[in-house]
């Protein structure tokens, strides 16, 4: 009887057991798994036991690797994301970048998101074309007067320290920056609902989804509009703070080896991406026995789904070096002008889309030479102007940024990166935080974990941070009189804007007090129209 009841339950389990010929809830038609063939008798798989647990292991992973590819293909932020490239499709990298004798892709630098290619061209090549924009486009007339149009050379028997540093400071310009170079910034996104499924959360703060992709892109687009300009309510802005577009595009390969350093770039895939982060199946804390080292070295389902993450991409315009590479080269009056720039170009884009960087760090200011000696905006249909003294400020990188274009808003929820309890466990132990993380964590308590709504102070917290960062370099350092009157100056700036709760009222005030707009002023006209 004992016999036969036995039989008869694991008859019953049989019958329970799913029928993978069947569709499933993905609905996807699973195959009957592949045999595994010659397979290696050694290590592990001397054990009969732990071979069927790895062919089982292997079966499941072939199942969920189906379900990854079904639902990437269903993802509706990988949908727009394409919708929004210049092939309005998915492409290998070869046919986005070929390889040619005129182009050449080195290698910039990588981020905790990102890696960065500039494409220098060997010769002339015709001009990138920018994107179209849907507001109301008004080209306007810029001063084109070159301060080195002069060719006599400067007399003496040597060259003055001011003429040296900038020389230096050029010449590190233009040995990055070439001209029709342009920027390349490539991003792994992974597919938010395969990671939330496995892990139950929202995945690792440190990978890009479909969505953070796609609202990065937009907003970039969005502040590439503002160099051309554009009409809001019948009234003109424009700058150029903020780099031109060039087109967006997703690749499904590898990036390939004519691709400088493209060997050192490791992809994350879906496998690693989904280890636990203690990468032990007991759970955290267990005993290092020689049972649980057994259980670690068998193969996971995890380390057995390979799938590689596509890559979106953007092609940006070239800004030049940041500015943390040449800020000490810099002299009194073009660090005044940079920081007039940066405030000038948020409070225009402040205006038009309620834009917030959220992550205004040096490494994310660009500086490039300008032919221009006076720089134009355009705010509110008045025309500002300021000296660019040879070199312009351009802000990069939007991963962390908040734009609203009409009712829609693109943001990215911060909410991960920002985790006071984390802050106070490491003030416990005596890590002091840096003025970067402090100015993080001011930013992250003015919003308060509602990334999706207005702050303008964010804005003002980061440019304070900027101001700072300025006072405190080496040419404001010096004693000389110019050294000490921008250093002052940029003092004055700090204490307006703890005041300010917006940068319009900011540049108002500092508009409206002659002694706050000195050595290289701003001023305010009205527009030509006949020159429009």
């Known amino acids: 009887m004992i016999k036969s009841k036995s039989k008869q339950v694991t008859n019953r389990n049989k019958s329970n057991m799913p029928n993978h010929h069947h569709n499933d809830r993905y609905g996807l038609r699973i195959n009957n798994p592949r045999q595994i063939r010659n397979r290696p008798q050694h290590g592990l798989f001397k054990d009969s036991?732990?071979?069927?647990?790895?062919?089982?292991?292997e079966h499941r992973s072939e199942y969920l690797q189906q379900i990854i590819h079904d639902v990437l293909h269903?993802?509706?932020?990988?949908?727009?994301?394409?919708r929004i490239c210049v092939s309005k499709s998915v492409n290998k990298f070869e046919e986005i970048f070929p390889e040619t004798l005129t182009e050449q892709f080195s290698y910039v630098s990588s981020g905790s998101y990102a890696h960065v290619y500039r494409c220098k061209k060997q010769q002339q090549q015709q001009q990138e074309p920018k994107l179209e924009s849907s507001y109301t486009v008004i080209d306007s007339t810029t001063t084109t007067t070159n301060t080195n149009s002069t060719n006599d050379e400067p007399q003496g028997p040597k060259e003055s320290d001011t003429m040296k540093k900038q020389t230096s400071t050029n010449s590190i310009i233009d040995e990055q920056c070439t001209h029709g170079s342009t920027v390349i910034k490539l991003i792994d996104v992974y597919s938010e609902l395969v990671i939330k499924n496995f892990n139950g959360t929202s995945?690792?703060?440190s990978v890009s989804n479909y969505k953070d992709a796609y609202n990065e892109f937009k907003i970039s687009m969005y502040l590439a509009y503002l160099n051309v300009g554009i009409h809001q309510n019948d009234k003109l802005y424009k700058c150029a703070t903020f780099p031109e577009v060039y087109g967006t595009y997703v690749a499904n390969n590898c990036i390939p080896k004519y691709f400088d350093n493209s060997s050192k770039i490791k992809q994350i895939d879906y496998g690693r991406l989904l280890m636990k982060r203690d990468n032990d199946e007991n759970g955290a804390g267990a005993a290092d026995t020689t049972e649980s080292k057994q259980l670690r070295s068998r193969p996971s389902i995890r380390e057995l789904i390979t799938i590689k993450p596509e890559i979106a991409i953007i092609k940006m315009e070239d800004c030049g070096v940041p500015i943390i590479d040449i800020l000490s080269r810099l002299n009194p009056l073009q660090i005044l002008s940079l920081a007039k720039q940066l405030l000038l170009g948020f409070m225009i884009a402040e205006k038009v889309y309620e834009f917030e960087h959220r992550d205004l760090h040096l490494g994310n200011i660009m500086v490039k030479r300008c032919e221009c000696s006076i720089l134009e905006y355009f705010y509110n249909d008045k025309l500002i102007t300021v000296p660019s003294e040879e070199l312009q400020a351009k802000v990069i990188d939007t991963t962390f940024s908040r734009l609203k274009y009409k009712s829609r808003i693109y943001f990215r929820n911060l909410s991960n990166l920002f985790n006071e309890k984390d802050v106070e466990k490491d003030m416990e132990k005596g890590n002091r935080l840096s003025h970067q993380d402090e100015t993080y964590r001011a930013m992250a308590s003015e919003?308060?974990?509602?990334?999706?709504?207005h702050y303008p102070r964010s804005n003002i917290i980061w440019l304070t941070y900027i101001m700072k960062k300025f006072i405190n370099s080496r040419p404001l350092r010096k004693v000389t009189r110019e050294s000490s009157s921008v250093r002052a100056l940029l003092q004055d700036y700090v204490s307006l804007l703890f005041k300010t709760k917006s940068m319009y009222q900011f540049?108002?005030?500092?508009?409206?007090?002659?002694?706050?707009?000195l050595h290289v002023p701003i001023v305010i006209g009205s527009i030509d129209r006949n020159n429009v």
């Open 49 to 57: 036991t732990y071979r069927r647990r790895f062919r089982n292991l």
């Open 74 to 82: 269903k993802d509706k932020w990988r949908i727009k994301l394409i």
């Open 203 to 205: 995945g690792r703060s």
């Open 447 to 453: 919003i308060s974990n509602n990334w999706t709504d």
């Open 507 to 517: 540049i108002s005030q500092i508009y409206q007090k002659p002694e706050l707009n």
